[in-house]
Every structure is written in C-alpha cells, then in structure tokens.
C-alpha cells in the first residue's frame, strides 16, 4: 500500500462529494492518514461520525483545518468567501487549499485574496456526481474514470498542483488542467445549462392544470424522468452556480435559444431534413460518450 499523501485533510463540507472522499481516505490509507470533517450542523457532524467516514469532526471550521496539510472546501460555491476567511488564520504554512465547486473564476476570486502567504492554493473540480447529497451519499466509486479539472492560478507552486493531481488520481479520477475562464464556458454548456433547462421544465409540469400535471406524473416517459432525476439535485448549491457563473451561462443559454428557436420553425414548416440532422448529431454525440466511458 502506498503511503498516505496527506498527513491530515480537512473537509469543509461532507455531502456528497466531500464524504465520497472521505470514503475513498478512509477504505485505503492512501490519500490522508487522518481525516477531518466539517459541517454547519452538529447533526450531520453526528452522523459523520456514526457512518465512521471522518477520524474526528469539528463544528467550527478554524479548528477544523488547524494543523491539516491538505484543506478540501466542498460546500456550495457561494459560501467559499465566508469560510475562506473563516479558515485564513489557522490554516498552517505550506498547505495546499483546495476545492472541488462547479464554477473557478469566481472560487479564484472569492477565495485566493485570502489564502495567507506560504499556503498553497489549487482550485479543481472533479466532474462526477449524482442527484443525492447529505453524507450518506457518498461512495467510493464515484470518480471512477471521471475527469477532475485543475485551474491553478499563474505562479502555483508546482509540487502543490501535482499533490492534488495525485490525490484525485489515487480516488480513481483523470486529471486535465484547464484556464479558469475555459473551465466555466465549458462547463456552462455540458452541465449548467442541462441542470437549467431541467428545472424550468419540471417547473413547467408543476405548473400545469392539476389534472394534467397529474396525467404528465402518471405516465412520465424515460425523456422526463431523466429531466426529474437531474432536477433532483440540491437548490442551494445550483443557486449559487447558477449566480457565480452568470456570464457563461447566460451565453450558452441565449446560443440554445436561438437553436431550439430553428428547430420550431422546422417542425411548424414541416422541415424534415433539418429535425433529422438534429437528431442524428445528438445520437453522434452519444455514441462518442459511450466510446469514451463517460455515458
């Protein structure tokens, strides 16, 4: 077995991804010889304990990450300022800070201002998950030949970036290294966009006639259900990446329009062709994601 990479990793949120690492450092030894966990609430921290997921949990996150060599933020983006500098005094020289939000300019804007001199700092983004959260969902397999994106910003210590590379690779991921601002227009349209478009028509069905919104429940074919398992996920942490990744989402949402826009005018005018090409550039793209075991 190899050795532990880190001495001490400090989780700052245990849902779904946070105790899906927790899982993986605790059923190997090769991540982290002590894990330590962090939540809002005594009530998760309660339960952390009782799956037996973390060596020992802290309430407050300053005491959390103190002495830790390698600190995970994993809570929704939209709380990484507060807890930055909730964590800045205690965080110990030499460690690298890390994360894993869906959305990195904003993470290097929040959150790298804080980071005191001599830690360092390694935005990433592991591109795996399911609709669950809450620590019990979590699960050793989860990053099983999944991407993890990096976005060090320029001038991060390499030796840091590479530990972090490591760490992911040791729970099963594959590493890629991206320019933050590349990262959250790629990641607008492959995932931000769906997650929208999935809220807004489930929505949509909810705010239908009861007796329809009824029929529409009853007899949901696989095309909606996949819309409601998506929808499934958590408000909180969707909200804030919808916010923090504004700009990017709000273009790939206007370039979607303007196509779903062509394809009505195709299906009022009876464009066959046109409705054709569409559906066989999606089956395309399909078939490339089973070919590269990402379906």
Not at 80 to 85: E, K, Q, V
Request: charged share 25%; net charge negative; proline share 5%.
């Amino acid at each position: 077995m190899a050795e532990p990479l880190f001495r001490r990793l400090a989780l700052i949120g245990i849902g779904h991804i946070g105790s899906s690492v927790a899982r993986i450092a605790r059923e190997g030894g090769e991540i982290a010889a002590e894990v330590v966990a962090s939540a809002r609430t005594q009530k998760t921290l309660d339960r952390v304990m009782e799956l037996g997921i973390a060596d020992r949990v802290e309430r407050d996150p300053g005491r959390a990450v103190a002495g830790a060599d390698c600190v995970m933020l994993c809570a929704p983006v939209g709380t990484y300022a507060d807890l930055a500098a909730a964590i800045a005094p205690h965080l110990a020289p030499g460690a690298i800070l890390t994360d894993v939000g869906s959305t990195k300019q904003s993470v290097i804007r929040d959150v790298g201002p804080l980071v005191p001199e001599g830690v360092h700092f390694v935005p990433a983004h592991p591109l795996a998950g399911t609709e669950y959260s809450g620590p019990d969902s979590g699960f050793v397999s989860l990053f099983r030949d999944r991407w993890c994106l990096l976005t060090p910003p320029p001038g991060t210590d390499e030796d840091a970036v590479e530990r972090i590379a490591e760490l992911w690779r040791r729970c099963g991921a594959m590493i890629e290294r991206m320019e933050p601002n590349h990262h959250d227009r790629v990641l607008a349209i492959v995932s931000h966009l769906p997650h929208l478009i999935a809220f807004t028509i489930c929505g949509t069905a909810d705010d239908l006639a009861d007796e329809s919104r009824g029929q529409v429940l009853k007899f949901a074919a696989s095309g909606f259900r996949d819309f409601t398992r998506i929808a499934a996920s958590d408000p909180v942490m969707w909200r804030d990446i919808f916010l923090n990744n504004r700009e990017a989402l709000l273009e790939m949402l206007a370039r979607f329009l303007e196509d779903a826009q062509a394809m009505a005018r195709a299906v009022r005018w009876g464009d066959e062709r046109y409705i054709e090409d569409k559906v066989e550039r999606g089956r395309k793209i399909r078939r490339s994601l089973i070919e590269l075991r990402q379906a």
